[in-house]
């Protein structure tokens, strides 16, 4: 299973965009490239998943380049609700996989 | 939203007591999970299961068992609580053609006294 790496925490302000990188520079053929977001006692939602290049969805995008060795995460005008956790996962997407939760990354939104 | 429960959300209880963490899901997903999480800590797999009767243990080492009866229950049970256990326990849930993504549920919180 590829390790990923991204960083402990970051500040954003009310209607920015943010930008969260994670690197996974053992990535396999097979795997995906997967975003959870994790509220304060609440289990994590599952955001957006991507193989290459990029993908769009109604909450965030993802930029993945062509070398797949790291992925980025854009949260477009970010709100206070948006203060959470973010966790980068790498594995594929069937047969009888585990993913493996690394320590994420601290978003906080300030007024 | 994913309709998979978890029973109690919160739990103290004294030294030595058997505990059994409830997780449901209606979804007919043939994989689930357990995880262990601290505060402000990672997720952490204790256990996982394929299919009825089947289950394995994860890659952190736990005390729990677990049992695969009926495809959408998976409870977690404690034989005897103590202290060391006191950490969140989420459950998840993910369909047979993919493992991803999974589907949590809101956590059990449990304190040992």
């Known amino acids: 299973l590829a390790k990923t790496t991204q960083p402990i925490s970051m500040d954003s302000y009310e209607g920015q965009e943010v930008n969260i990188t994670c690197s996974h520079n053992?990535?396999?053929?097979?795997?995906?490239i997967t975003w959870y977001q994790q509220f304060p006692s609440q289990g994590p939602r599952f955001i957006i998943q991507?193989?290459?290049t990029k993908v769009t969805n109604e909450v965030a995008s993802l930029f993945i380049p062509a070398d797949r060795k790291s992925s980025t995460l854009s949260l477009p005008r970010v709100s206070l609700s948006d203060t959470a956790v973010y966790y980068c996962?790498?594995?594929?997407?069937?047969?009888?996989?585990?993913?493996?939760f690394g320590a994420g990354t601290r978003l906080a939104v300030h007024p | 939203e994913a309709d998979i429960y978890q029973t109690p959300r919160y739990l103290v209880i004294g030294t030595g007591k058997k505990i059994t963490l409830e997780c449901s899901q209606t979804m007919g997903h043939d994989k689930m999970y357990w995880y262990q999480q601290d505060p402000g800590m990672e997720l952490h797999l204790i256990h996982y299961?394929?299919?009825?009767?089947?289950?394995e243990k994860g890659d952190l080492s736990s005390e729990s068992t677990v049992s695969r009866i009926r495809t959408e229950h998976f409870p977690l049970t404690l034989e005897s609580a103590r202290p060391s256990h006191t950490s969140q326990y989420l459950c998840a849930s993910s369909d047979q053609t993919g493992g991803q993504p999974q589907h949590f549920g809101d956590g059990t919180r449990l304190s040992i006294l």
């Open positions: 996962l790498v594995g594929e997407l069937g047969g009888y996989n585990k993913l493996i």
């Open positions: 053992n990535i396999a053929t097979n795997d995906y």
């Open positions: 991507g193989y290459k």
């Open positions: 299961s394929y299919g009825v009767n089947s289950t």
